[in-house]
């Protein structure tokens, strides 16, 4: 029989591996998969614009994959249905690592909610990174 201690380490299990799979698939631009583990209807907060729903804030990740790397988790805590996950968001611009936080909240298993907090002072060559990347004409390869 499962007591109330093993549901809670049960949860807390799954809350710590769906945080981690949902950070490393941002990273990665599986953006499917992170669309899978999200709530329909989505809140993102924090330290950036604030897009609502799902599909807004999988607009919004879009363009970040463009100059990530990967995500090194340092250290995620969840407490409930709540995680904090802290990691460096590693880019191939001039800003390299940024450090990076998300309190995540989960309702009915899905990330409901996000906020995100982020080292400011090196997003703007982050940001400035990815309007050069996304002025520049698209390549096309003779063959």
Same mark, same amino acid.
């Given at each position: 029989?499962?007591?109330?201690?093993?549901?809670?380490?049960?949860?807390?299990?799954?809350?710590?591996?769906?945080?981690?799979?949902?950070?490393?698939? *941002?990273? &990665? %631009?599986?953006?499917?998969? =992170?669309?899978?583990?999200?709530?329909? $209807?989505?809140?993102? !907060? #924090?330290?950036?614009?604030?897009?609502?729903?799902?599909?807004?804030?999988?607009?919004?990740?879009?363009?970040?994959?463009?100059?990530?790397?990967?995500?090194?988790?340092?250290?995620? *805590?969840? &407490? %409930?249905?709540?995680?904090? =996950?802290?990691?460096?968001?590693?880019? $191939?611009?001039?800003? !390299? #690592?940024?450090?990076?936080?998300?309190?995540?909240?989960?309702?009915?298993?899905?990330?409901?909610?996000?906020?995100?907090?982020?080292?400011?002072?090196?997003?703007?060559?982050?940001?400035?990174?990815?309007?050069?990347?996304?002025?520049?004409?698209?390549?096309?390869?003779?063959?």
């Amino acid at each position: 029989m499962t007591t109330s201690t093993d549901q809670i380490t049960n949860q807390s299990t799954s809350i710590r591996d769906t945080v981690t799979e949902y950070v490393h698939a *941002v990273a &990665d %631009g599986r953006l499917d998969r =992170v669309e899978e583990l999200l709530h329909p $209807d989505l809140v993102f !907060g #924090g330290t950036v614009p604030e897009p609502r729903g799902k599909a807004s804030y999988i607009s919004t990740l879009r363009s970040l994959t463009t100059v990530v790397e990967r995500s090194d988790i340092r250290d995620v *805590v969840v &407490d %409930g249905d709540r995680a904090f =996950v802290l990691y460096d968001f590693v880019t $191939d611009t001039p800003a !390299g #690592g940024v450090l990076s936080g998300e309190l995540v909240t989960f309702e009915d298993g899905l990330i409901r909610t996000i906020t995100l907090l982020f080292d400011q002072r090196r997003w703007p060559e982050v940001i400035a990174e990815i309007q050069r990347r996304a002025a520049q004409p698209p390549t096309t390869t003779d063959t």
